[in-house]
């Protein structure tokens, strides 16, 4: 199947910092990559919808100031969370389709753990 | 918005046994996806429905897409350890169709 990979696997910083997460499409060309936040014991909830070679729409209530992302290549995207606090400390999880069709499946990479001291 | 219930929150099971678990909504899908997350992993694909009344097969894992296009149902059977898990289903609706809404997910946990 096709793989997806995030770095880094997992992140500590300060708080008031920015940290940068990448999602990579390692053997397929992704139109769209979309980013998904998960807390403890909780369900993955959509952040935001990243078409490449355009800015990416946010779901509702998720402040694209402060997640920006970047979708500059069929194979990379990232999310920046800037100025993180703690209440920003979750489990970040990349997928991607290789074609804006409703039918294509989306591919998650491994997840990104961010812990905000 | 489009919400799905998935059930049971939680499955306590002996090795060897089958396992039942699924999702509904009152909102009508195109497509149905079962993945299972391992933890600290990101969820992997397990079995995608394209079709209403779709059943498919992946192994000892079977899944259907209901008639209704409301629900989904996927069997998991004669359970293994490596079995344990998160299993969440997914769909993709009529609006915002490239958007997966999740269920609330389904522990799996097997006893020896």
């Known amino acids: 199947g096709a793989v997806v990979s995030q770095h880094p696997s997992w992140v500590i910083c300060k708080s008031g910092t920015s940290v940068k997460i990448e999602c990579r499409s390692l053997?397929?060309?992704?139109?769209?990559m979309f980013w998904y936040r998960q807390f403890p014991k909780q369900s993955l909830m959509l952040m935001a919808t990243?078409?490449?070679?355009?800015?990416?729409?946010?779901e509702q209530g998720v402040e694209k100031d402060k997640f920006l992302i970047n979708h500059a290549s069929l194979t990379l995207s990232t999310l920046t969370v800037t100025s993180a606090h703690p209440e920003d400390s979750s489990f970040y999880i990349c997928?991607?389709?290789?074609?804006?069709?409703?039918?294509?499946?989306?591919?998650f990479g491994p997840g990104t753990r961010l812990t905000v001291l | 918005g489009q919400q799905l219930n998935q059930s049971p929150q939680s499955m306590f099971i002996q090795e060897g046994e089958d396992v039942s678990m699924n999702c509904t909504s009152s909102?009508?899908?195109?497509?149905w996806l079962w993945y299972k997350q391992d933890p600290g992993e990101g969820p992997v694909l397990l079995i995608a429905?394209?079709?209403?009344?779709e059943l498919t097969s992946n192994g000892r894992l079977t899944a259907q897409f209901g008639i209704t296009r409301k629900d989904s149902f996927l069997n998991i059977s004669a359970s293994i350890p490596s079995d344990v898990g998160i299993y969440f289903c997914?769909?993709?609706?009529?609006?915002?169709?490239?958007?997966?809404?999740f269920g609330q997910g389904t522990r799996l946990t097997i006893n020896p």
């Open positions: 997928s991607a389709s290789s074609s804006g069709r409703a039918q294509d499946t989306q591919y």
């Open positions: 053997d397929f060309q992704a139109t769209t």
């Open positions: 990243s078409n490449e070679g355009s800015k990416a729409t946010y």
């Open positions: 909102s009508i899908f195109n497509t």
């Open positions: 429905l394209y079709k209403a009344g």
């Open positions: 997914a769909g993709l609706g009529v609006q915002g169709a490239q958007k997966l809404v």
